[in-house]
């Protein structure tokens, strides 16, 4: 039985690493994979999802409105589709959070996603919240923060090298906009003027 998984962690844990990877293995073995970003990150390139050391693959994008369950029916008729793999999952709505579980389900085709539990504020992102709900497998991804702790949580910096305290919730951005802490470093680091 094919099920949804959500794999999730703070900045620079290699989310995209284990995604690339995870398709290069079903490829390797002659299987089909089909990869998803965000349209909203385009940090790599339109329709890219790049590692920070170096792997890249092309992506389907997906937007708001896109209608992933379609989306993926249609590729699978193209060519059986043996994965499923979105990068940027806290970008899904939660419909499309449905529409992946739905594809999971009536199609038998797994379903991993990939992407942040937490903004900087940390709250946790719509997609995230739905995936965190229903997705049959949950996986944490770890990273460390500068004192050596699981980091869980991320900060913002400002231009002039602050802590943004406030703001909207998605602004793309990596290692010149974010730093991944410890809950402890995390509220200290928010508490701080």
Known sequence: MAKLYFNYS????????????????????????????????DRAG??????????????HLFHQDTDLASLIEQQHKAKALSCVLVDEAQFLSPDQVWQLAHVSDALGIPVMCY???????????PGSATLLAIADNLREIRTICHCGRKATMVVRQTADGNIAKDGAQIEIGGNDKYISLCRKHWAEAMETK
């Open 10 to 41: 703070a900045m620079n844990a290699g989310k995209s690493t284990i995604l690339l990877q995870a398709s290069h293995n079903y490829q390797e073995r002659g299987m089909t994979t089909l990869l998803l970003t965000a349209q909203l990150d």
């Open 46 to 59: 339109i329709g890219q999802i790049a590692s920070r050391i170096g792997l890249q693959a092309e992506a």
């Open 115 to 125: 992407g942040l539990r937490t903004d900087f504020q940390g709250n946790l992102f």
